[in-house]
């Protein structure tokens, strides 16, 4: 009986006007979402390889630039790496420039990828809805639930059945979609093709049904405890919104609030009077001392000089490090409060999945640091010294013994012999058990919800009046 009952009702979804539209929509995102996946990892490898060529065409001992490779995998969850900086200028003692990551756009709000989670927490979710809100309460309408409730398959047995019925109409879109993306990627990529992708496809379908059981659910326990669709699709529409803006929204208020950090112009104040007080105080100091006879040659000044220049670029180097740290921390409690949503939860599964996201960036800034050390050794056996250094530079003029002569922070000195062994910086590519590792906090998060509304559906079904 209960295979007749999921029959019938796949049979009635896939059938319905619903299903016609996420069929239609799914295709068309899905082939949209691959093209433009497609061309923007050919326009990034083209300039990813442009840059890397031209890196290790001209080695420096003064600076290089580490190059974060496309993701293979973003077409599943991009993740926003477009926004996050790609090129990483390094100099000696593991000194970090952040490149640009490229124009933003100001007066409008950035356009999302169009990305398989994407699809999946937005268009997906909205659907699972419409097709679950009347599951029950249309029932009680037409005057059909206590004909069901009549047989001997229990309550719970009947809300299984539907929500089995449901889950099976959203994954055959969810397939199609998949199908024509795929077809796209691989005849531009075909290299992509490989048991590691089918690996990180069929954990994808998982993790979108675990997803979609959620707003199944939700619609399951309101279909049954409000006798009105119409009000049951109003909630739902309520809770959609709430799930998919306003709790992220939220989240980034609440972690401001939590760790309050600088705004750049306020950190651009402080710089100034740090320069002054841990740099130039210092130099003045070495002056004065200078002016009373400590020093007998401009080389005992300049290296007085120089050990202050090099104590200051370290403070200032600290200094912006722990602006970065902050702000990571920051959106790390931003991602943390939002987990509340399980759409949040969903998408940061996805980025996992995908080796993507803050993850992607922070793994890469991790590479450069382990090579930083690499690059310190080379410099160190070919100049024999690493100079400290930072993006602000110092200088000035004075006089010793009548003499006029200059004051400046030491640079760094370039190699000019053979450079051939230059060190390559290569990431080390992440394994699937990794991100996998890395999306057991989300799919955690997603197994509670779907535990908490499956208990909701199956009380409210037993409160259900079938009258």
Not at 244 to 251: E, R
Not at 369 to 382: C, F
Not at 425 to 430: A, D, L, N, S, V
Request: net charge neutral; proline share 4%.
């Amino acid at each position: 009986m209960i295979k007749t009952i999921i029959t019938r009702e796949f049979l009635e979804h896939i059938h319905s006007l619903q299903f016609f539209v996420l069929m239609i929509i799914s295709i068309i995102l899905f082939a949209v979402g691959a093209w433009v996946a497609v061309d923007s990892f050919q326009e990034q490898t083209d300039m990813y390889n442009k840059q890397v060529t031209e890196t290790y065409n001209n080695p420096s001992t003064v600076m290089t630039a580490c190059h974060r490779a496309p993701g293979l995998f973003s077409f599943i969850a991009d993740g926003g790496l477009r926004t996050q900086p790609f090129q990483v200028r390094l100099r000696p003692r593991g000194s970090m420039s952040p490149d640009s990551s490229g124009e933003r756009n100001y007066k409008m709000m950035d356009v999302p990828n169009l990305d398989w989670a994407f699809i999946v927490k937005i268009v997906f979710s909205l659907f699972a809805l419409l097709l679950a809100y009347r599951s029950i309460s249309g029932e009680k309408e037409q005057g059909t639930l206590r004909l069901i409730m009549s047989n001997s398959l229990g309550r719970a047995r009947i809300i299984a059945a539907k929500y089995a019925s449901i889950l099976f109409a959203l994954l055959v879109p969810l397939a199609a979609g998949m199908l024509v993306s795929l077809i796209i990627i691989t005849l531009y990529m075909p290299a992509l093709f490989s048991p590691v992708l089918v690996a990180r496809l069929l954990i994808f379908v998982l993790l979108s049904s675990g997803y979609f059981s959620i707003f199944i659910l939700l619609g399951l326990t309101l279909s049954a405890l409000i006798t009105k669709s119409s009000v049951v699709l109003l909630t739902l529409l309520s809770c959609w919104l709430c799930f998919t803006s306003i709790v992220p929204g939220m989240a980034a208020i609440v972690s401001g609030y939590i760790s309050s950090i600088p705004g750049e112009f306020e950190m651009a104040q402080k710089t100034g009077p740090m320069i002054q007080k841990d740099i130039w105080d210092r130099i003045q100091d070495i002056l004065s001392r200078s002016e009373k006879g400590e020093f007998t040659t401009k080389e005992e000044i300049l290296a007085e000089t120089d050990k202050a220049f090099m104590a200051g670029q370290e403070l200032l180097r600290n200094h912006f490090s722990e602006y970065r740290n902050a702000v990571r921390e920051r959106n790390r409690m931003t991602r943390l409060v939002s987990r509340i949503s399980p759409v949040s939860l969903f998408q940061f599964a996805a980025e996992s999945l995908a080796d993507s996201g803050p993850l992607r960036q922070d793994r890469f800034m991790q590479e450069i640091q382990r090579y930083s050390a690499v690059y310190d050794d080379y410099i160190l056996r070919k100049t024999g010294k690493l100079i400290t250094t930072s993006v602000y530079s110092f200088g000035m003029s004075t006089e010793f013994k009548g003499e006029p002569f200059t004051i400046e922070s030491p640079r760094a000195e370039e190699y000019t012999g053979d450079k051939s062994d230059f060190p390559r910086f290569r990431e080390r590519p992440q394994v699937l058990l990794a991100d996998i590792r890395n999306a057991l906090l989300d799919i955690a998060g997603l197994l509670i919800w779907n535990l908490l509304l499956a208990g909701c559906a199956f009380i409210a079904m037993l409160r259900c009046d079938v009258r």
